[in-house]
């Protein structure tokens, strides 16, 4: 017979509520699937899913773009305004070009 340990864990009671619910729809209670994680750590020698931030990143992620944006904001180009920007991207003649697309839209479609 295999020794059975307790472990004590200090949670938010709405989280932990909120796991029971989905647990319980897939036919586990909270022991089973904290059993089932921590064997898991075994299994693979680490945590058995990918770690995401709160913006749904990884951290390996969200590091990469805040030092991409602090570049971008350090060296990257700046516009007085919106048509600025879009004469930038689109060409001189955007605006006259984007009309054009429009009429002939809404000449074909109504």
Known sequence: MVAMSVIHVRTDAALKKKAQKMLKQMGLDLSSAVNLYLRQIVVTGGIPFEIRTVNGFTPAQ??????EAAWAKKHGKR?????????????KNWREENRKRVLAYKKAYG
């Open 62 to 67: 969200e590091r990469r773009m805040l030092k």
């Open 79 to 91: 516009y007085n305004s919106a048509d600025e920007l879009f004469q930038d991207i689109l060409g």
